[in-house]
């Protein structure tokens, strides 16, 4: 278990190092002149000048990359001149919004998803199957920034019943998390139906059966419980998906969180910002993942990696 | 063939990317105006469903521009550069897959953690930082959609090479003499090749997605250029007046999305039975 949790330990960090690595190469090598990149627009010379010294541009490449983690290691990601300050405050400062849509996205995907899954798998072959699998296609096919678009047009344009953009409560959250959650819900439904639907045919379900369980008891407690690791596994990549969704979610609804900002940042050739959350979103990902990877060994203590 | 012809999503997930694909590159004699053109007396004509004429099936947008034409030109830009860059994905993937498979030890290593890095990045994040970086030309894009898609192919062939070398068939093959590039290409290959279409079928749709999606952020294909992710974008301004102009592009992006999501399915089903759910 120990050796386990090194090893996992070992690889996050090298994966991280590697995150390093490739947001070095984007911004850094790719560009040829990176201090005119980090700089505003019409910086002077002198400016440029002193940039490229802090930065070690004149030096060999490894010792740029040196400088490079040593700076963002200590924190320091560079300023952001759209907002005249520290990159990482600025970034920081948005986190908690993206966060809050992120988490509520990600409670609506495992309580809609696992309800569709569990209800098409008991239910096989019936309609509320083929209704659940037509709506796990549709969440995987309707693009989100369109999806949102028209739960715009639907709900803030026609009905008038939510606010559309902005945030002041939590209205404002329904139609941003809705949006953001169809995706992963859908990849949540299949992959419930087809595990729950492998794991009922097993002995075990039948035993429970046998000696009279109820049937909510034989699902829920000994069938679904077997389903959360692959569910788990599931619902840790999608971290990604749901960092990456916010860009375009919070973009269509002006939602102030790091995907919105990340953007923006883009627009204004803020450099430094998008290079802090591009390294921040990675960490929590490659964190988030080594939890579940942990937490696995918790719930099915058949896992005991040597 | 027969057999697909049994998995009837399949068969229409494929019918609807055919009509796409077909419309798109017919689309220089279907159009019936000129997509790029702007003819500011005519905007925002309703389709002509919604009482609009029939010089503009589908209505035109903010500038005076047809929406048919312009779906239908959107389309080839779209589905052109999801299919290079699926193409693009696979070659590298499968190569890298292959290599790492075969000569294992360090390559292999390295392989892999290099994919871990690689997922670690939202993929939208990590694109728009790079085309911010290099510019939207279409070679810069496909190489961008490309760098998101390898790590399946990669990942996919290395395990399937693990388990076939193993296999009696190269075992004999190599103690007939066969070089490790004869038993790679000749042996192994092939017996990957339906994972790879299976995987491909499904890229597409998500290709098509995160094109889409950079070009309405304004980071992918650009203006004067139509594409149906920018056409979306155009469209917000106008949902109160003119909600076609977001709808109809909408509509197309979904249907070869779902297109390729339903052929994908029926595809793991038929070819790969491992797989299926």
Known sequence: MQSYLLRRLWQSALTLVGVSLLVFVILRVIPGDPAKMLLPEGAPPSAIEELNRELGLREPIWVQYGIFVRSVVRGDFGQSFQYRAPALRVVVERVPATIQLALTAMVLTVLVGVSIGVLAAVRRGTGYDYAGTVLAVLGQSLPNFWLGIMLVLLFGVTLRWLPTSGFQGWQYLVLPSITLAAFPTALVARLTRSSLLEILSQEYIRTGRAKGLAEPAVILRHALRNATIPLLTLLGLQIGTLLGGAVITESVFAWPGMGKLVVDAIFFRDFPVVQTVLILSATIFVAINLVIDVLYTVLDPRIRYG | ?277
């Open chain 2, 1 to 277: 063939m027969s057999r697909l012809l049994r998995h009837p999503m399949a068969v229409v997930g494929g019918l609807l990317l055919a009509v796409v694909v077909v419309a798109s590159v017919a689309a220089p004699l279907l159009a019936t105006s000129d997509p790029i053109k702007p003819s500011f007396g005519k905007r925002l004509q309703p389709p002509r469903v919604l009482g609009g004429t029939s010089a503009y099936v589908l209505g035109t947008d903010n500038l005076g521009r047809d929406i048919y034409a312009r779906l239908l030109y959107g389309g080839r830009v779209s589905l052109a550069l999801a299919a290079s860059a699926v193409v693009l994905a696979a070659s590298v993937g499968v190569t890298v897959g292959l290599a790492a498979g075969v000569l294992g030890g360090r390559l292999d290593d390295l392989v892999m953690r290099v994919a871990d890095v690689q997922l670690a990045f939202p993929v939208i994040m990590l694109a728009i930082a790079i085309v911010a970086v290099v510019g939207t030309s279409p070679g810069a894009l496909v190489s961008v959609l490309a760098l998101s898609g390898w790590v399946l192919y990669a990942r996919t062939v290395r395990a399937a090479v693990l388990t076939i070398r193993q296999l009696d068939y190269v075992e004999a093959a190599r103690t007939l003499g066969a070089s490790d590039l004869r038993v790679v290409v000749l042996h192994i290959l092939p017996n990957t090749l339906a994972p790879i279409l299976v995987i491909g079928s499904s890229q597409f749709a998500t290709m098509v997605l995160l094109e889409s999606g950079l070009s309405f952020l304004g980071m992918g294909v650009q203006p004067p250029q139509p594409s149906w992710g920018a056409m979306l974008a155009e469209g917000r301004d106008y949902l109160s007046n003119a909600w076609w102009l977001a709808t109809v592009p909408g509509v197309a992006i979904s249907l070869v999305v779902l297109g390729a999501n339903l052929l994908g399915d029926g595809l793991r089903d038929l070819l790969d039975p491992r797989l299926r759910e």
